[in-house]
């Protein structure tokens, strides 16, 4: 294949130019970043989960009327999504405490929360994604307040979705992070779902043991990271039951045969 353009490199996905107009290529890493970059290592075989687990969501979402860039998985690191302009916030939906609201306010992680809350950050790793306020967001014209709006209702219904799924499958979704970008049609622009959603991005809890399905083993220095997410892929019937390793042995195994 021609080599492609790289668009952008993040801290876990590269972007490509896609083979259409309109259409980017994500590829996903085996990189994994913690405290705002300060800590960096390598989850071998993550790119590969994540790419599974976040088509596999994307895919589902879409279904109940969500809209999301995601077209379609390519192969076992990159899918095809369509291009829109990152709005530049991390939205984060909670209904555990814990992380950084644990920390901020004091209250003990694992509290469930009475409602569930929506926060914004500012998306600039230099000032380490501050929290900020609607006011900050309308005065600085990050997004507008239609915008605002659709992405609050989008935030209620993915979460809503999301943690019966996962709650049908043993799993507390406790917090997680969505980002959202303006897809232009002529004039007009439509707010969809983009990024990814992935244990990189959420917290996930097992319902019985409470035990960390998520990126909190690579920030916390737990280990049995790649297991972690093993365990989300399987328990979402991506992985076949009993082969925890398939996916990344078939992966060495395409390398292998140069393919
Ligand atoms: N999160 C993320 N990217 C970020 C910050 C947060 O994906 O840059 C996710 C994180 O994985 C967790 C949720 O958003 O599921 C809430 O994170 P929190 O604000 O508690 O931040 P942290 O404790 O990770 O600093």
Known sequence: MARRRQVYE??????????EPGTLIQ???????AFNAQKKGTISGKGVLNNRISEHLFTALGRIGVPTHFIRRLNMREQLIRQVEIIPLEVIVRN???GSLSKRLGIEEGTQLPRTII????????????????EHIACFGWASQDEMNDIADMAIRVNDFLSGMFAAIGIRLVDFKLEFGRLWENDYARVI???????DGCRLWDLQS??????DRFRLDLGGEIEAYQQIARRLGLLPEGDANMVLDMETHRKKRGK
């Open 10 to 19: 993040g801290k876990a996905k590269i972007l490509y130019e896609g083979p």
């Open 27 to 33: 590829y996903f890493k085996d990189d994994a970043t």
């Open 96 to 98: 555990v405490a814990a």
């Open 119 to 134: 926060e914004y950050c500012l998306k600039d790793d230099a000032l380490g994604d501050p929290l900020v306020a609607d």
């Open 193 to 199: 779902l983009a990024d990814e959603i992935s244990p």
């Open 210 to 215: 409470n035990e960390k399905l998520d990126k």
